[in-house]
C-alpha cells in the first residue's frame, strides 16, 4: 500500500510539473501588455516607444471574465477578437516558458469605469483591424480598442494621453522601409504626427499601474 501510494504522489508531482503555473488574481478590466513577435513591424515599433521597466510592447488587450472563463479581447489583423486567456499567454514566452506579458490596472480613480467600458468592448467584437491608425474612424488597433472603451465609459473623456504618433527611426530621423511600403500599399500618407498611442506608452500611462510582471 505505501508503495502504491509512493507511486501515486510520484505521478501527481510529474503531472504537476507539466502544468504551466499562469496563477495570478486576475481581475476583470486587467490591461495585459505583451512583447510579441512580428518582425520587422514590432522592432519598428519597439524602438520608437518606451514601456514599463524599460520594457518592450507591441500589443495589448483587456482581459474579460465570461461564464466562469478569462477571456482578452483585443485588436488583432483579424479584427476585434475575443482570445481565451491562455492562449493570449502562450502566444509569445520567454526561453522559461513564461508569458512575455505584463499585467496593468486602472487606478482607484477609475475603476468604476471598468464594467462599462467592458461593455464598450465587447459590442465592438467583430469590427475590423485599423490599419490606417486613426482614432475617428469605426476600426480599431490594440491600444485604440482600449482607449475608446474607457473613454466612452467615461463620457467621451479619454483617461488615456493621447500622444503625436511617429514612424520614424529615432536614428536617423527617416522613416522605417516597413512603415513606407505598409502605407504604400495602402495608398494613403504616412500619418506622421497625428494623434495615437501604443502599448509601451500605455504601461507608463498615469491611469494604470503595473501589478504583475510573468
Not at 9 to 35: M, P, R, V
Not at 59 to 64: P, R, S, V, Y
Request: charged share 25%.
Amino acid at each position: 500500500m505505501n508503495k502504491i501510494l509512493f507511486i501515486s504522489a510520484l505521478l501527481i508531482s510529474f503531472l504537476s510539473g507539466c502544468q504551466k503555473n499562469y496563477e495570478f488574481t486576475w481581475k476583470e478590466g486587467d490591461i495585459l501588455f505583451q512583447d510579441g513577435d512580428c518582425g520587422d513591424f514590432c522592432e519598428a515599433i519597439r524602438k520608437v516607444t518606451n514601456g514599463y521597466d524599460g520594457r518592450d510592447f507591441s500589443h495589448n488587450g483587456l482581459l474579460i471574465l465570461e461564464n466562469g472563463d478569462w477571456y482578452v479581447i483585443e485588436a488583432i489583423s483579424q479584427g476585434v477578437s475575443k482570445t481565451p486567456l491562455f492562449e493570449f499567454l502562450d502566444r509569445h514566452t520567454d526561453e522559461a516558458g513564461q508569458p512575455r506579458v505584463v499585467v496593468g490596472r486602472v487606478i482607484d480613480e477609475y475603476k468604476y469605469l471598468i464594467p462599462t467600458a467592458i461593455n464598450v468592448a465587447s459590442t465592438l467584437i467583430g469590427k475590423p483591424y485599423d490599419s490606417a491608425f486613426d482614432l475617428n474612424n469605426d476600426a480599431y488597433y490594440c491600444s485604440e480598442l482600449i482607449h475608446m472603451s474607457f473613454q466612452k465609459a467615461n463620457l467621451g473623456t479619454p483617461i488615456f494621453e493621447i500622444q503625436p504618433m511617429t514612424f520614424k527611426d529615432p536614428d536617423t530621423g527617416e522613416t522605417f522601409g516597413i512603415w513606407e511600403k505598409y502605407f504604400q500599399d495602402l495608398g494613403m500618407e504616412i500619418p506622421e504626427g497625428e494623434l495615437g498611442l501604443n502599448p509601451g506608452g500605455m504601461s507608463l500611462d498615469p491611469a494604470i499601474r503595473i501589478v504583475h510582471e510573468f
